[in-house]
Structure formats: structure tokens, C-alpha cells
């Protein structure tokens, strides 16, 4: 059985519209039908609170099938070969500017914690607009696993997160909270799972707001 999957797309450098397209012809041919959002630009956000200090992004989300037998980690590794092929040079830390960015962010409904490699859902998009609307372009009645709302519904009615300010893995009962309250979670151990020390947890919980 086929597990359908969203992903998202980010670049800041090089043709933007070019690599978009690359990608979702490299993702085609090797998955099959692929659907697409519209090609956003969006003003470049740092975990400093700052915008405009980089390039601007172009943003879309792609919806596909994964193949039967495959798991998300290797799905994963399959897009980031694929943004090496599109040009990407992992340099200048996690949130650098980037020719291509591929970030899965849905597995069907799974909620994984295999922190640092993958979190799924992916744990910023309800507070990425750049995210959110193109998803909900495409994918408007996709459920977040966690929150139990539509995505339409977390982009038109965003709610504070709740928030777990420790590497340890989130408790079953927060977990279980956020489901019951429909908020989603900042979990310190999923931002800063790439080897980021606590400033960027703090920077961050200063972008999303209260």
C-alpha cells in the first residue's frame, strides 16, 4: 500500500524557478504523479526575529506517493541526495541560505519522534505561513496527527503552542494534551535537533509568539 506524503520546497539562491522544477520532475519520474502548489515568494526569516537579511525564498509544497516498502527515513535520504544533485552545500549551519531545501513534512497521519534525523509531522509548520499556504493549497483537509485539525483550520485559527524545553523526548501525556486542546507542540528536542544550542530554542519561541 502506497503512503501519500507532502514535502516542502525552499531555495534563496541560484534560479529559484528552475530548481523548483528539477525537483518535481526528479520526484516524478521517480514516484510518479506528482501535484503541486503555486511557486511563492516569501521574505527570508531568521531564527533571530530578523527578515530580509538573505535572499528571498521561493516556497511550494509538492503531494506524491511513496512507493510500497519504503519508510520515511528513506525518503528522507532520497530527497536530501536529491538536493545535493540540485546544487546544495550544507555550509553556513542549519538555517543558512540554501540552493535547494526539501523538507518532508508528512508521512499520511504517522506521528514519528526518531530525533535528530526526523520528526514527523515536520515540527515548524504551524508557524510557517510559506508552509502553510501552499499546503493548503493542495492539501487543505490533510489532519496534523497531533492536533487533530485540518491544516486550513491551523493556518485561518493558529493556537499557542504548547511547549516541552528539554532534549528529552516529549511525554506521552503533552502528546496527549495537544491532541485533546488542538495545540501543537514546540519541543526544544525537535527545533534544535540538528546540533543548535538552546539560543535558537529561545529565538524561536520568540517567532511564534505567545
Known sequence: MKTEVLVAFGANLGNGEKTFHDAAAAI??????VRTSSLIRTRAVTTGGGSGEEPDYWNAVLRFHAPSGWTPLELLRWLLALEKTLGRKRTGGHWAARTADLDLLFWDGLFLDAAPELVLPHPM????D????????IAPEWVHPLTGLPLREMRDAPKPPLLWDS???VPEALIQKARE???AILAKRWVCRNGEDSEVFENVK????P
Open 181 to 183: 486542546t488542538h495545540r
Open 167 to 169: 532534549m528529552k523526548p
Open 130 to 137: 510559506f508552509v502553510l499556504g501552499p499546503a493548503c493549497e
Open 125 to 128: 509548520i504551524p508557524w510557517r
Open 28 to 33: 516524478r519520474e521517480t514516484f510518479g504523479a
Open 206 to 209: 520568540r517567532l511564534v509568539g
